[in-house]
């Protein structure tokens, strides 16, 4: 399976932005999605993740409240809609499907990675 994650840009403290993951080569509909940042000269942090149906979502503490993660089967997609964006939400944001039907926090648990989008937000 291939993703294609998109979306990113520059914005300004406070503002929005949505990205999305794409799928093709087969459905993740029965898979855990999740997205991942990792900023210049950080490790790579947990941002959300979605269970299969859509039904079960985790978030790490620093988006909890400002970020939302849905996802559309039918369209093999999976949305973070990022809101009162700060500056050190900058970074580069990658989706990635799970082994299992649910989310998790740990990136070790996900078998395909997008390419990453690249958000920026200025203060």
């Known amino acids: 399976v291939q993703l294609q994650a998109y979306g990113g840009g520059s914005v300004q403290s406070g503002g929005s932005l949505r990205l999305s993951c794409a799928a093709s080569?087969?459905?993740?509909?029965?898979?855990?999605v999740g997205w991942f940042r990792q900023a210049p000269g950080k490790e790579r942090d947990f941002v959300a993740a979605i269970s299969w149906r859509g039904g079960g979502t985790l978030y790490g503490d620093a988006v909890t409240g400002r970020f939302t993660i849905s996802r559309d089967n039918a369209r093999n997609t999976v949305t973070l809609e990022m809101n009162s964006l700060k500056p050190e939400d900058t970074a580069v944001y990658y989706c990635?499907?799970?082994?299992?039907?649910?989310?998790?926090?740990?990136?070790?648990?996900?078998?395909?990675w997008g390419q990453g989008t690249l958000v920026t937000v200025s203060s």
């Open positions: 080569g087969r459905t993740f509909s029965n898979n855990g």
């Open positions: 990635a499907v799970a082994r299992s039907p649910i989310g998790s926090r740990d990136g070790a648990n996900y078998q395909y």
